[in-house]
T-cell receptor
Framework: QKEVEQDPGPLSVPEGAIVSLNCTYSNSAFQYFMWYRQYSRKGPELLMY????GNKEDGRFTAQVDKSSKYISLFIRDSQPSDSATYLCAMRGGMDSSYKLIFGSGTRLLVRP | DSGVTQTPKHLITATGQRVTLRCSPR?????VYWYQQSLDQGLQFLIQ???????AKGNILERFSAQQFPDLHSELNLSSLELGDSALYFC?????????????FGPGTRLLVL
């Protein structure tokens, strides 16, 4: 079983829809949670960064972390065709643990005009 | 543009060969990370350097090695290449390499082993 599970999709939605992307994880030591967006043939770029449980909002994007369920989500409101990309969740342990990021396999999102 | 540069963009080589991938971190960043992204394994951490010293190791094969030079650029050496080494190789950098820092990714090097 992988440490981080993510549905690969593809997820196809019409423009303007609310998108929900999710990851589950098994390692309770994870404390830092990130969402990266990766366009085709490009490197991942950081979208959202959350520490421990709770919500964080940035424009049309909201990240949620539920550590009790080991479940994280990314919501995209008013989705646009330019949001079409692969979304990768990533997480790591605390300050005194390994620095390595563990990534989900990515969910491919297509927003149809 | 993240400020991280990687060369070459594409590399085609044969099995058994050796290649070197190069990465220049963002100006001011001391830490460099290498990742491999393949269709079946996803994005996997290989190794991290901080100011010339190895800091953390991930799923890096013994055939692979890396180093960070005094000018902070880094090279990833892949030897005795196999078909399964075909993948995208990303370099990322951060300021101090602390666990809380954002890692900024380069555009990647696409390696194809024939």
């Amino acid at each position: 079983q992988k440490e981080v599970e993510q549905d690969p999709g593809p997820l196809s939605v019409p423009e303007g829809a609310i998108v929900s992307l999710n990851c589950t994880y098994s390692n309770s030591a994870f404390q830092y949670f990130m969402w990266y967006r990766q366009y085709s043939r490009k490197g991942p770029e950081l979208l959202m960064y959350t520490y421990s449980s709770g919500n964080k909002e940035d424009g049309r994007f909201t990240a949620q972390v539920d550590k009790s369920s080991k479940y994280i989500s990314l919501f995209i409101r008013d989705s646009q065709p330019s949001d079409s990309a692969t979304y990768l969740c990533a997480m790591r342990g605390g300050m005194d643990s390994s620095y390595k990021l563990i990534f989900g396999s990515g969910t491919r999102l297509l927003v149809r005009p | 543009d993240s400020g991280v540069t990687q060369t070459p963009k594409h590399l085609i080589t044969a099995t058994g060969q050796r290649v070197t991938l190069r990465c220049s971190p963002r100006s001011g960043d001391l830490s460099v990370y290498w990742y491999q992204q393949s269709l079946d394994q996803g994005l996997q951490f290989l190794i991290q350097y901080y100011n010339g010293e190895e800091r953390a190791k991930g799923n890096i094969l013994e055939r692979f090695s890396a180093q960070q030079f005094p000018d902070l650029h880094s090279e990833l050496n892949l030897s005795s290449l196999e078909l399964g080494d075909s993948a995208l190789y990303f370099c990322a950098s951060s300021v101090d390499g602390r666990a809380t820092e954002t890692q900024y990714f380069g555009p990647g090097t696409r390696l194809l082993v024939l």
